[in-house]
C-alpha cells in the first residue's frame, strides 16, 4: 500500500480546511475513498450518486484527477495503482473571467 500526498485545490480545499495531507492506499479509488471517509462534505464533489444496479464508485464527470500531472483518466482511471512517490491533486471545475 502506498503513501501519497494528495492536494485539494478551489472548493474542495476550502471544505476541507487543509490544502495538502498524506493518504495510503493501493490505487486511486482507495485514496479517494479515505479522503472522502475523513472528510465527508467532499463526498457529493468527488463523486456521483451510483445510478441502478452499478454501485460502483464514479467520479464527477468535471473533477479532474491528475497523478504527478497526468489524468487519470488517460492512465487506468480509479484503479491506477499508486506508489510511495506519487502526488495525487484532486481537482474541481475552474472558472474565470
Do not use: W
Not at 20 to 48: A, C, M, N, W
Not at 60 to 74: K, T, W
Amino acid at each position: 500500500m502506498a503513501e501519497v500526498k494528495v492536494k485539494l485545490f478551489a472548493n474542495l480545499r476550502e471544505k476541507a480546511g487543509i490544502s495538502e495531507l498524506q493518504l495510503s492506499g493501493e490505487k486511486v479509488i482507495d485514496v479517494l475513498l479515505s479522503l472522502s471517509e475523513k472528510y465527508p462534505e467532499l463526498k457529493h464533489l468527488i463523486f456521483e450518486e451510483p445510478e441502478g444496479e452499478n454501485k460502483a464508485p464514479v467520479i464527477c464527470g468535471s473533477i479532474n484527477v491528475l497523478i504527478n500531472g497526468n489524468n487519470i483518466r488517460h492512465l487506468e482511471g480509479l484503479d491506477t495503482l499508486l506508489s510511495d512517490t506519487d502526488e495525487l491533486a484532486v481537482l474541481p471545475p475552474v472558472s474565470g473571467g
